[in-house]
């Protein structure tokens, strides 16, 4: 417990593979041509499961703040978006993903039994609601059409209305 921990990777357009470490309060890069790793503070603590977008910047879960923050590597600056629930502050975004096509990161909305989804040009939230209660999601995919696929995942099952975890697929 306490020790920082790697809790999301992915590479960017330039190359770059890019991690979060939980139980801490910065984000790393991997540069693959020299094995150099650097350390970036972030403005949270618990980053969680970063993602990029097609711009090359980052997208990271700050689970205990209710918000997801923007990193962009070319000016080294953080943009926070507090997820669109009332009241504030009163989510869990356990996980995201960039849907670079549409140009959306959805986030898991772990009280509020919803994925919520920020259009990046336009910074607008939408929010879309599960169709289990309690229904903890620990992960988004995204296929090539813009369907997402995410999964319930309570331990144990019972705490899941029902009793059953479940894949549910939104289009």
């Known amino acids: 417990p306490g020790t ?3 809790c999301g990777i992915d590479i960017t357009p330039d190359g770059g593979v890019w991690f979060a470490r939980l139980h801490s ?8 041509a020299t094995g150099a790793i650097t350390m970036i503070a972030t403005p949270f603590t618990g980053p969680r ?3 990029s977008d097609a711009e090359g910047n980052l997208w990271i879960g ?4 209710s918000a997801i923050v923007r990193y962009e590597p070319r000016s080294g600056r953080f943009t926070r978006f507090d997820l669109p629930v009332l009241p504030k502050g009163s989510d869990t975004p356990y996980a995201l993903n960039v849907d ?3 140009g959306t990161v959805w986030v898991t909305g772990n009280q509020s039994d919803s994925l919520h989804a920020l259009d990046i040009k336009s910074q607008a939230w939408r929010s879309v609601p599960l169709p289990r209660r309690v229904a903890f999601t620990r ?3 995204i296929a090539d ?3 997402l696929f995410t999964s319930t995942s309570h331990f144990p099952s019972w705490h899941v209305e029902d009793g059953q975890p479940t894949l ?3 289009q």
């Not at 700050?62 to 703040?65: G, I, M, N, S, T």
């Open 4 to 6: 920082p921990l790697p």
């Open 25 to 32: 309060a910065d984000i790393g890069r991997l540069d693959p």
């Open 49 to 51: 499961r970063l993602r």
């Open 62 to 65: 700050a689970f205990p703040e």
């Open 100 to 102: 670079k096509k549409r």
């Open 139 to 141: 992960d988004i995919e």
């Open 145 to 147: 059409d813009g369907t």
């Open 168 to 170: 549910i697929r939104l």
